[in-house]
């Protein structure tokens, strides 16, 4: 066991040191642009017992595989196929529908398994992120209970997010299906900083359906150094 855990930690620990190299699986080269499929930053047991090894190896190799399959394949041949994702999704709306859903599960599940490291190696809260989280929310608490309350409330599938407006301010919004708030269809338009992906199939083998549940566990294995990272962007 004790071995398992110091090579999970080393394998967490090199992965996400190249995560924004070009360490990818198969990459698509799409005009301009090369959208990679990206490689776990860990292991598919490394968030246990928080997610379940099988949900995340399917989540992983199916779900999110068929979105980046079905995006690159709707955007080939297209005048997307040039745009990066930030182009496309600030257009999103007058794209095809085929194109905004899997882009947008692409993407969303890009930050979704970096937003998570395996309990104990994700970091804590900078402190330039609580003074905003402050600032915007009053308390850490209250972000937490705002976030959950979003991730709770969306019907049936979808996102709750942290994100960071144009003028740099804090909020919290919920969005449907695999729309994102880069999005130009967004209610709250920002920065996505954290997301939760709130589809059952995300939790469904070990909580069923109970969401909330699901929704505290996942504040075990959030990956600050990630988020503060987005911030400071």
Do not use: C
């Amino acid at each position: 066991m004790k071995t398992k855990v110091i090579l999970t930690s080393l394998t967490f620990i090199l992965t996400m040191t190249t995560l924004t190299s070009s360490f990818s699986q198969n990459p698509a080269r799409t005009g301009k642009q090369v959208f990679e499929f990206r490689a776990l930053p860990y292991s598919y047991d490394a968030l246990e017992p928080f997610i379940d090894k099988m949900t995340m190896e399917i989540h992983y190799t199916r779900h999110h595989r068929a979105y980046y399959d079905n995006f690159i394949k709707a955007i080939a041949g297209t005048e997307w196929e040039s745009m990066t994702l930030t182009d496309i999704f600030a257009t999103v709306s007058k794209a095809p529908a085929v194109i905004r859903n899997n882009g947008g599960g692409y993407y969303n599940h890009n930050l979704f398994w970096e937003n998570m490291a395996p309990h104990g190696h994700g970091g804590q809260m900078s402190d330039e992120l609580k003074q905003a989280v402050e600032s915007a929310f009053g308390s850490v608490e209250e972000f937490v209970r705002q976030f959950n309350d979003a991730a709770k409330g969306r019907f049936g599938s979808g996102w709750a997010w942290l994100a960071k407006d144009a003028q740099g301010k804090l909020f919290i919004s919920s969005t449907p299906n695999q729309d994102n708030p880069l999005m130009d269809v967004a209610e709250k338009r920002g920065t996505p900083l954290l997301g939760l992906d709130v589809w059952e199939h995300a939790y469904y083998l070990k909580y069923q359906n109970r969401r909330p549940d699901y929704i505290d566990a996942f504040w075990n294995i959030v990956n600050w150094n990630a988020v503060n990272q987005r911030f400071e962007q």
